[in-house]
């Protein structure tokens, strides 16, 4: 059963008392919820995901849940917040800004717990049985592109976190809605009116946020792992042409190791997993300021399998 | 880290020559990259982006110790120029601060 199949009252009801679970790529996830309203987040970005009915068997790798305040603070000014295992790590956001303090909280859960696989900060997109992995940092271009692309027929695995598995040699799908930033929204209405995109909330520490509704392709074939063929690090910049060039293979080695979260902590694991991915990769960077140009660079890119 | 040399009898160390080693280190894994290696010390954690002669440094380090002259003379570089044996004890002390390579006593 996936959880759109499950009528508001069912999953209110269920965010209120014992909570739900649900499956996100290689994760478990168990949320719990009082925030009114907050079930339409899930039945509008998680409808497809599958979710799992009590009694329960299986051990949720994430144990979460969102508080609204208490006392005074459920009149005035009321807030959000954040617990990851009963513990929060964000000071509390407006109420109305639950859905973007899940996300947030959802990736902080993510990058913490996930030391078993090599952690990227990328977009991971699928084309052709093959993975094209866009590295970089927050302003890159990264959830931008990953947006477009995934509305021009890739499948996305994930728009923040690349979760290579060094055993399997793929990266895990990990699809959960995109979040855009500021002008990417605007950006991204005008690149195709089909996109689904939430409301926005604005004055959050990155700005004005709206999260996009992935493609139900990227969350129905969120079992399968994808082996890295294109490893492309973009830029963005204003009015700058658009050009795609190869880089050294160990510059790119320096750039992806750099670009990972957990690459130290890893050890050997992860430095043979970054050789397996430059090994198996073209090496590439892209420069754009156009964001048409950008996507059909990347369409003409991963058109041929290497 | 580092072996000092024995003290001579006035007690104060003896400076340099001393011989380089790789020793019983654990093996550096190796990824050659074009004309360039990407290596990972067990040792320390620490991946390097070394060139070839770094490479052949290391490999002849792991079999012998050797002073700067004869590393030069093993890899047939000419050590009777000042600038080439400035130039590899150079990279040795490099090497040795980055923990590749250790030094021993003559």
């Keep these: 059963m996936n959880i759109g199949q499950l009528s508001s009252r069912e999953l209110c009801n269920q965010l209120r008392s014992t909570g739900l679970r649900w499956i996100l790529g290689p994760f478990i996830v168990h949320l719990r919820s009082r925030v009114p309203d907050f079930f339409q987040h899930l039945q509008m970005f998680y409808h497809e995901n599958e979710i799992l009915e009590p009694p329960w068997d299986d051990i949720a790798d994430f144990h979460a849940s969102l508080h609204p305040s208490f006392g005074l603070r459920r009149y005035w000014r009321p807030k959000v917040s954040f617990r990851l295992d009963g513990n929060s790590f964000f000071t509390p956001f407006p109420l109305s800004h639950a ?6 909280g959802m990736n902080m859960a993510v990058a913490s717990r996930s030391n078993h696989y090599l952690l990227l900060h990328a977009a991971v997109l699928e084309k052709g049985g093959c993975a094209l992995v866009l590295p970089g940092t927050p302003g890159s271009g990264k959830s931008t592109l990953s947006a477009a692309l995934s509305l021009r027929g890739f499948r996305l695995l994930s728009d923040e976190f690349g979760l290579y598995c060094p055993q399997k040699k793929v990266f895990m799908a990990n699809a959960r809605p995109v979040g855009l930033k500021n002008e990417s929204i605007d950006v991204i209405r005008a690149f195709d009116p089909r996109a689904v995109l939430s409301e926005e ?9 709206s999260f996009l509704r992935v ?12 082996v890295p063929r294109w ?8 009015q700058s042409a658009t050009y795609l060039e190869k880089i050294p293979a160990g510059e790119g080695f320096l750039r992806l190791a750099a670009n990972a979260f957990n690459y130290e902590t890893l050890g ?35 058109s041929v399998t290497p | 880290m580092s072996i000092l040399a024995p003290a001579p009898d006035d007690g104060f160390p003896l400076p340099t020559p001393h011989r380089w080693t790789r020793g019983k280190c654990p093996p550096l894994v190796h990824v050659p990259l074009g004309d360039h290696h990407m290596i990972f010390n067990p040792m320390s954690g620490h991946t390097h ?8 440094i290391l490999e ?32 040795l002390n490099e090497l040795d601060r980055l923990g590749l390579i250790f030094p021993v006593a003559s």
């Design chain 2, 60 to 91: 002849i380090l792991a079999q012998h110790p050797m002073d700067g002259r004869e590393l030069m003379t093993e890899m047939q570089l000419d050590p009777a120029e000042d600038s080439n044996l400035a130039e590899m004890e150079r990279i």
């Design chain 1, 231 to 238: 490893i492309v690090f973009p830029t963005f910049e204003q």
């Design chain 2, 49 to 56: 982006w070394i060139n070839e002669l770094v490479v052949d």
């Design chain 1, 201 to 209: 909330y604005p004055h959050t520490r990155k700005g004005t946020v």
């Design chain 1, 268 to 302: 050997q694991s992860g430095f043979g997993g970054i050789a397996e991915m430059v090994r198996d990769s073209q090496m590439m960077q892209l420069r754009f300021g156009r964001l048409d140009e950008a996507v059909a660079e990347l369409q003409n890119l991963t």
């Design chain 1, 215 to 226: 493609p139900v392709g990227s969350v129905q074939q969120i079992d399968f792992g994808v």
């Design chain 1, 99 to 104: 859905p973007p303090m899940f996300e947030w």
